[in-house]
């Protein structure tokens, strides 16, 4: 797990691509803090994500869930997974425009698969959503090769993202 200096600190990796969730200027554009238990985000999803008017569409929330989960496994693991199945379960309606508390967990994890679980509270901490899914590790030159990104381009966002794996 990440060392005490690194807590509760804005992760510095940025993606190299175009990812919706994170890094396309177009998309959420979510950003996550290391906590001691995994990460946080906190967001404002805009109207032009509903799905009926004045709520957040499910599959952004969705979406919303499976980002943050990713990011836990980089910042705490120093790993980049896939997802391999992803349960969602809707508990409140999602407002646009409002505020929202994003948390992931690492619940369990080996050397080549995780269990993370994720949820999406409004600003009082009402919990409006949860996740939990299933992460398998591929080796690092697959996924650069799926992406077309250098391998030592991904391989130093995970050390951004996770420096207490480079001690």
């Not at 391999?84 to 994003?102: A, Y």
Request: proline fraction near 4%.
């Amino acid at each position: 797990m990440a060392d005490e200096e690194n807590v509760n600190r804005e992760i510095a990796g940025r993606w190299p691509g175009s990812c919706f969730a994170c890094s396309n200027p177009s998309g959420l554009k979510l950003k996550f803090w290391r906590t001691k238990e995994g990460v946080e985000a906190r967001c404002t999803v805009p109207g032009t994500y509903c799905g009926f008017d004045g709520l957040v569409h499910g599959g952004i929330i969705a979406t919303i869930l499976d980002e943050a989960s990713c990011w836990v496994l980089f910042a705490h693991l120093g790993k980049l997974g896939v997802t391999q199945k992803m349960t969602t379960s809707f508990h409140k309606p999602v407002r646009i425009n409002s505020e929202l508390i994003v948390t992931a967990q690492i619940a369990s994890h080996d050397s080549r698969t995780s269990l993370v679980r994720a949820a999406v509270s409004d600003s009082e901490g009402q919990l409006l959503a949860e996740g939990e899914s299933s992460w398998v590790f591929p080796r690092l030159s697959r996924i650069a090769a799926l992406a077309e990104v250098d391998e030592k381009v991904l391989q130093g966002f995970l050390d951004d993202c996770c420096p207490a794996k480079l001690s």
